[in-house]
């Protein structure tokens, strides 16, 4: 089955920094890689995803990047401000109908 | 959102216990699954459902046992739970095959197992 990588398991940055979350997968059928945050003591909730025919996609201060011949994609956040603080998780999808998720990286903004 | 609710929100319970976790969604939407989530694991698929009375294991089915007789609910039992299931369980929906569509996550049930 699928497995995905996430590195590292902790980020601290300085507010106004980027920071940067990278994944790796082993299915090369995988073609859909969503990113979820999760707030202390909240649910999961979808920030962005990309498709396998897409290379990169942005929404305001986050993108998203894919390399499907290295089978990783990363996750990065500009300008980072203090409510960007929380845990993030990749995942991706393969052929069949399940999300494999990453273990998560917990990312601290400090004022 | 409100279209996908869980309960309890808090349980503990003893060894050896059943206990039953539910799931309410009202989207319509096809696919429901469970994940427990566990430090330094991250999310892990239990079970999950394609449709009503169609359910599929997931990466750690062991001890659990799900069913699905209404498109809107998804309940996950553990028959008889263990310290090891102590842990924080989502349930989750999506329109169609997680592939095509986003998953939205309940608010979650922490379970104390003693």
């Known amino acids: 089955g699928e497995n995905v990588e996430q590195h590292p398991s902790t980020l601290s940055v300085q507010e106004g920094d980027s920071a940067v979350i990278k994944c790796t997968y082993s299915?090369?059928?995988?073609?859909?890689f969503p990113w979820y945050k999760q707030e202390l003591g909240k649910r999961p909730q979808l920030i962005i995803d990309?498709?396998?025919?897409?290379g990169e996609k942005k929404d305001q201060r986050i993108a998203v990047t894919l390399n499907k011949t290295a089978k990783h994609f990363s996750l990065h956040i500009t300008e980072t401000q203090p409510e960007d603080s929380a845990v993030y998780f990749c995942?991706?999808?393969?052929?069949?109908?399940?999300?494999?998720f990453g273990k998560g990286t917990m990312l601290l903004v400090s004022p | 959102d409100a279209g996908i609710t869980q309960s309890p929100r808090y349980k503990i319970t003893e060894t050896g216990r059943q206990v039953t976790l539910m799931c309410h969604q009202t989207?319509?939407?096809?696919?429901m699954f469970w994940y427990r989530q566990d430090l330094g694991h991250g999310l892990r698929l239990i079970y999950y459902?394609?449709?009503?009375?169609?359910?599929d294991k997931g990466e750690v089915p062991d001890g659990y046992v799900v069913s699905r007789s209404k498109t809107e609910n998804f309940p996950l039992t553990l028959e008889s739970a263990t310290r090891s299931q102590t842990s924080v369980y989502f349930c989750?929906?999506?329109?169609?095959?997680?592939?095509?569509?986003?998953?939205?996550f309940g608010n979650g049930t922490r379970l104390t197992v003693t």
């Open positions: 989750a929906s999506s329109l169609v095959a997680e592939g095509d569509s986003p998953l939205h």
């Open positions: 299915d090369s059928a995988s073609n859909y």
């Open positions: 990309i498709r396998s025919n897409v």
């Open positions: 995942a991706a999808s393969g052929g069949y109908s399940t999300l494999t």
């Open positions: 989207w319509s939407h096809s696919y």
């Open positions: 459902s394609a449709a009503a009375d169609i359910t």
